[in-house]
C-alpha cells in the first residue's frame, strides 16, 4: 500500500527534511516549478495582470496627488499650510480649507491661479473653496 502524498509534503523525506524525495513525485518532478527564464517580473506588473482595475486607480490617485502638490506650490506658505485637501473629479477642482477663515482668504488666491490652472490643467473647468478642518477626514 502506498502512502498519500500531499502537496505540502513533496520534496521532503520521511523525516519531514528537504531533500529526499518519496513516492511517485521523483519519477515526475511532481511539485517542482522550474525558475522563469529571462527577467522575473515586479510586483507591479503582477498587480496589474490580476487586477487591471488596480492600475487605473494608481494612476488616478497619481493624478491627484500631483494636482495637490501643484496647487500648494503655488499658494503662499501660510495658506498652503491651511489647505487640508485638494480633490479633482469630473472637471471640477476642490480645495479644502482648515477653517472658514482660511477659506475666505483662499478664495481670493485661487482667482489669482485660475489662468494658470487653465495652462497647465485644461479640463478643469470651476474650482470650489470648502472647509475640512484638520482631522476630520474620512
Known sequence: MHKKIFPDKLGRGTSGRPGTIRGPASHHNAGTVKPPRGQPDSVKDLLARAAPGLADITRRLQEQQDIAAWTRAR?????????????EKEGELAVFAASAAWAGRLRYA?????????????????????????????
Open 75 to 87: 499658494l503662499p506658505p501660510e495658506l498652503a499650510a491651511q489647505v487640508t485637501e485638494v480633490l
Open 110 to 138: 485661487v482667482e489669482e491661479l485660475q489662468a494658470e490652472l487653465a495652462t497647465g490643467y485644461p479640463h478643469i473647468k470651476s474650482v470650489r473653496i470648502r472647509i475640512m478642518p484638520r482631522g476630520s477626514k474620512s
